[in-house]
Structures are given as C-alpha cells and as structure tokens.
C-alpha cells in the first residue's frame, strides 16, 4: 500500500486557555492546507480524532461542527478510540483513499482539557477504561502503575530507569519551539517528583495538554517540486481487552505486539530498518514497553538501552524527537495525527534541531486505554 | 454516569465474587484521585489473581505497609466504592483484604 501524506501541521501543544477548539482547528487546517499547496475545495472528506468534546466540553457530532467551521459540507465523521483516536482517524483516512473512494481527504485531531479541572479530566479519561476499573478509583496513572510494577517484577526495571526516558524526552522537547514543555529536566527533579500513583511520579506522567494536528492524505502524489514525497506505507489496527485484569500478561501490550507485526509485514521491512519513532509514552513505563512491543529491543532490555542514550538523537533509532505524550503534550485525540506530522517532517529533513539525519523510514505507535488499541503507521521516504 | 438502576444491575453480580481469595499480582497507592474518590486518596489498587481462577481490580483496604507486595494473600469484601451519586445511592462493591 502506498497513500502520499501532501502535508502536515500541529499548533503549540500547551494551556492554551484563550483559543477555543474551532480556533485550534482552524489554525491547523490553514497551516496544512498552505503546507500540502492545496485549496480546501481540493478536500472530499474530513476524518476527526477526538475523545472527550462530549464528555467535557458538551459539544458531539465534530465532524459536522468542523466541517461547518471550515466553510464545507463534504462527508465529515469524528473517530473515538481513546488517547488512540488520533491514529485510528488517520487509518481511517488511509482506507478512505486506497479505497479509491476519495482521492484527498483532511484528517485532523484535536483536543481541549485545560478548560476543565484535574479531577473532572482524570475521571473523563476513565471512560477508556473498564466498569470495573472506575469502580476500584484506578485512574489512568494508576493503569500503567500496575503495569509498571509488573515490568519491576518480571524484568527488575528500576524507577530510575523510567526517569531516563523522561530526561531524554524532556531534551527532545527543548528543541521542539510546540512542545508544552520546551526545556530540559534532570534525573534528580524526575525521582524527586511528587507521587501521582506508585511508582509513578509527576514527571513520569504525560500533561494535560490543549492542541490539534491535522495532515493532507491522498491517492494523488504531491505537486511536482515538493521533494522528498513521503508515503505512508503501512497502518494498522489491534485490539486488547478494555480492562487490565482480562489480560494474559501485564509487562507488555499484546495490541501492540500484534498491530506492529501486522505493519512491519505490510511494510516488507524489520524493527532494524525504522531509522525515527513516535511512541506513545503516556508514562515513562510506556515508552520502554512500547520499545520492547515494536521489536527494537529484547524484552527486559530496552530500559537500559533508553538509560544509555540508545534512542536519543544520535542513537538508532531515536525516539520520539518531538518529546513525545511526556514533554511535547498529550491533547488525547491530536497525539495520533501528530506523531505522524512528526515523522513527516523527519523525513522530509525539515525537523529543525531535532532533525534525525538521513532518516528515510519512521514509525508511529499510539496507544488507547491501558492497551486496548493500538495503531501503527510507517511512513517512508520516495 | 452512575444511575441507580446501574448501580442495581451491577450489584447483582457482586454476591459471586464474596469470599474468594487470591494473591496480588500487581499494586499501586493511589495518590492523586478522580472525582468521586477525593476522601479516600490515597488508596491502594491491585490486580489478584482470585481463587476462581479470574483476575480482578480492586481496592486494597485494612492492610499494612508490609502487605503492598506482589504475590501477597488476601480475600474479597464487600465494601462502599465511592461518594454517591446526586440520587444518593450508596454504591458498594469488591475490595480486597490482606490475610496470613
């Protein structure tokens, strides 16, 4: 398979407490539209990735309020999937275009969670858990703390350890001028944290982020003179069960496992040749699973190898340049259509500071709920 | 989001899940809650392997520093879960308890 990305854009990831979503949108399908050379008139579909607008903002039916924001009556659906709705709005706009059903179509995430207070955010997001998860008061952070304790037991991952991929995503993300958190943070600040749900501290944990993304698919290939022309070239899907405690093994994510297995055979390509990644490290627990999940380490192997440097720009492959869910921010439904922005620009060699050298395929990976979905993209180079 | 009909429907199924036991196969101390769970925090959640052969989440409650540990014993109870709701029904269901 093979579906051109024309363009891609994200707004600042922050507390963006004077743009409303309309706003956010708006500004990213500007930026995209002048990024991919097109006219909004050359869109023939709208995919939006988004969780809570209803359950927060009051405000369903997105594909139709967008659409009206951007002046179009063209097909319009919003796609829910947890913090995954991102990605799966993004497959759902690959199968869209190799359908031959469109030829160009605007997918766009975004996300609105500082408007609303912590409590009510934490208790939004259990709504991608179990009945029986809500009901025991595990919070998100509290998912991936049974997770993470499962890892320390089976594989001897130390707390430590996860703060490594904190400092190194911190890092990334100061030089990243959208990240939330543009600025470096040492071990000592990561450890020394306040506890949000044992092990996990404040710093481990991924922020409550306002932002959109929005990228341009089509059958079409880009205009002439828009060099490197970059290809998505596998997307897919797994599912998991909704709740922990279903599952056969708690130190990994078998959505994972399988949905980059799956992507990997339709790429025709090994864990070896993904050269940059975005994974979804909604926890610092996260990224290591999702290291070990994709294949690029040995399970039990990939905290020391994030605690060396294996994966910070200068490493192979890096991972998550722009600073990932932990530094660069998390707007739930934007995350997904982001991580392919990043990887776009990557290999585009447009990624500024944080440019990856010569990288000519990358992968994303976006999670939702405590591992129930997984989506995998790879996207590479012409 | 949580009516009393649901809070009814659920309830039923909480009598086949009384005095089981089982050991902890993960556990964390909530620090920081959702709403709904304010005047409990901080509070201990665990994944059990139960003696029916099912894992299940739940609370962890009446224990000791020494009992938050993996592979740790303990036997389902009943218990109030979190604030009621607006119609004030009092919702109750599975914690767990450490044993020896």
Known sequence: MKTAILGGATTKFGELWDVSPRDLVKQVVKQVLSDAGIGKAQIQAIFVGNMLSGTLGGQDHLGAFFAEELGLTVPAVKIEGACASGGLAVHAGVLAVSSNIYQTVLVVGVEKMTDHKPEEVAKALMGAGSDVEREAGATFPALYALLARAHMEKYGTTEDEMAYVAVKNHYHASLNSHAQFPYPVSLEQVLKSPVIASPLKLLDCSPITDGAAAVILSSLPAKQGSNPKINIIASAIATDTLGLAEREELALLKAARQASQKAYQMAGISPKDIDVAEVHDCFTIAEIIAMEDLGFFPSGKAANAIKMGKTKLGGHPVVNTSGGLKASGHPVGATGVKQIVEIHNQLKGIAGKKQVPGARIGLTHNVGGSGATAVIHILAKE | ?100
């Open chain 2, 1 to 100: 989001m949580i009516s009393p009909v649901k809070i009814w429907r659920n309830q039923k199924k909480i009598r086949l899940l009384l005095s089981l036991t089982g050991h902890i196969l993960s556990f964390t101390k909530v620090h920081v809650p959702p709403a709904g769970f304010e005047s409990q925090a901080p509070y201990a959640v665990a994944i059990v392997k139960l003696s029916n052969k099912k894992n299940y989440t739940a609370q962890l409650v009446e224990f000791e520093k020494k009992h938050l540990s993996v592979g740790q014993k303990v036997k389902t109870v009943l218990r109030r879960t979190r604030e009621a709701g607006e119609e004030q029904v009092i919702p109750y269901g599975i914690k767990f308890k450490p044993i020896d």
